[in-house]
């Protein structure tokens, strides 16, 4: 099968999350992905929370499958030699060093065009450019807290939270893709690469922008109807954290279910989706709330939504959240069980569909890990190991016309 992306050749700058969850996903379809790393080093996550001695971690294995790895010291003049041949034959570059970082080592924007003006220089950095704290260094939480997930997530009467989903790291990287892909596609109707940048406060906001759409209606009329602070509550001027209520028109809540008390997850979401109405009151056995005025509306109910949870969870006292979703599926009632990483690792469904994948690794043996959530027709993904520090270092460098004694010399030197 012809990948879609075989004979892109990318050069990998990237390290930790933003970055190498873009350069692996353009792997997975057929992209040629170079890691480029420090020697002796490496990519930090290799060593990060390492669950076998000596061996990757899978913070790295889990985020760098399908690539290969080349040792390269891009600050001694022999690795910046090695860096400008890559340069010359690749279609994309990608990085998410530091501010500055790629300019320091000698590869501005201006030299990198210069040295191949068709090449893609894609960059992941913690604000946009011209930003006030464009100089600022940036993981993951600090990205949730400056793009608006943090000051609209938890509950109102507890602080600013973090999401466990990575809204800063692997979103941005998602976002860099799609401008990685744009920017291909546009250089083969003007023959010239371009610089793409994401920011992680941006590509955090991208996903809050219901909360934008919140600030504005808030502003407008005072309060947010679908909030649990309507109507009893206040509502200052700003977006509020709504706890665990629905973000847009259908009001929802996590509900208790059997074995609650012992079982931290034993929950659903449970969405009171305006036109199933009627199915929700049937599932429940309260036929008389269909017609009753005082169910009968989204409006009419908002003042008592909690009661109306309540009353459901009564219903789910004695039903498991599994035996609860195969009641309200069969009335097409939006919901899910709160599943664990647990129950996601083993899910049958999402070992058939390559959600979840089995990879063998030289030194770990097999990990688990992500496979493509994207599905195409005419592909299907295959998920490969991530590389040894260093493995792919002599044959990227012969690829490159180097002899062995030319890679002799650059071992030598420790340039590679
Ligand atoms: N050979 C030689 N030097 C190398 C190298 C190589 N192969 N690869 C990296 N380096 C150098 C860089 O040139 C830089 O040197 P300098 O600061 O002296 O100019 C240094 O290693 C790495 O710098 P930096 O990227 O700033 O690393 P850090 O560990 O201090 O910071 C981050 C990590 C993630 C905070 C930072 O990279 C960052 O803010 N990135 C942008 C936002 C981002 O992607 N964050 C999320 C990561 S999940």
Redesign the pocket.
């Known amino acids: 099968m012809t990948k879609p992306l075989e004979g892109i050749k990318i050069i990998d ?1 990237t ?5 190498p969850a873009c350069t692996q996903l353009l792997a997975w379809f057929g992209a040629d992905v170079i890691k ?3 020697p002796g080093s490496g990519d ?1 996550t290799r060593n990060q929370l390492r669950d076998i001695p000596d061996a990757d971690a899978l913070y790295f294995t889990m985020l760098n499958s399908n690539k290969k790895s080349l040792t ?4 001694k003049p022999e ?1 910046k030699e090695v860096l400008e041949k890559l340069i010359r034959e690749s279609d994309v570059l990608v990085e ?7 300019d ?2 000698g590869f501005s924007w201006e030299r990198l065009n210069e040295l191949n003006p068709k090449m893609i220089v894609a960059s ?3 604000f946009s450019d011209g930003h006030h704290y464009d100089d ?5 939480n600090v ?1 949730q807290c400056a793009g608006g997930a943090a000051s609209t997530t938890g509950f109102w009467d507890g602080p600013p939270t973090i999401s466990a989903a990575a809204l ?2 692997s979103n ?1 990287g998602m976002h860099l893709a799609i401008g990685i892909l744009t920017a291909l596609l546009g250089r083969d109707k003007t023959g010239k690469g371009q610089k793409v940048a994401v920011s ?1 406060q941006d590509s955090v906001l991208n996903l809050c922008r219901v909360k934008l759409r919140d600030q504005q209606r808030l502003e407008r009329v005072g309060y947010l109807e679908e909030y649990p602070q309507y109507p009893h509550g206040e509502f200052s001027d700003v977006v509020p954290r709504g706890g665990n209520a629905g973000g847009g028109g259908q009001p929802g809540w996590v509900l208790k279910c059997k074995g609650w008390e012992t079982d931290p997850n034993a929950y659903i979401y449970f969405t009171i989706q305006g036109h199933a109405w009627e199915p929700i009151c049937k599932a429940l056995g309260k036929p008389e709330w269909i017609d009753d005025p005082a169910y009968k509306t989204a409006e009419a109910r908002q003042p008592h939504i909690f009661e109306i949870f309540a009353t459901i969870e009564e219903w789910l006292a004695d039903k498991t959240k599994f035996e609860a979703v195969d009641i309200l599926r069969k009335f097409d009632i939006p919901c899910a069980p709160v599943l664990t990483m647990k129950e996601l690792a083993n899910d049958p469904s999402l070992r058939a569909s390559g959600t979840i994948v089995e990879v063998p690794h030289k030194k770990r043996g097999t990990y688990l890990t992500v496979g493509s959530p994207i599905k195409f027709s005419d592909l299907k993904p295959e998920v490969t190991a991530s590389p040894l520090l260093g493995e792919h270092t002599d044959e990227v460098l012969a690829s490159l016309g180097y002899s062995q004694q030319e890679i002799f010399n650059l071992r030598e030197v420790k340039a590679v």
């Open positions: 700058f390290h930790v999350q933003a970055g480029v790393e420090r930090v390269l010291d891009t600050k690795g998410n060093f530091g501010p500055g970082a790629l320091r080592m992941v950095k913690g600022l260094k940036v993981y993951e990205a800063g790291d941005t992680m």
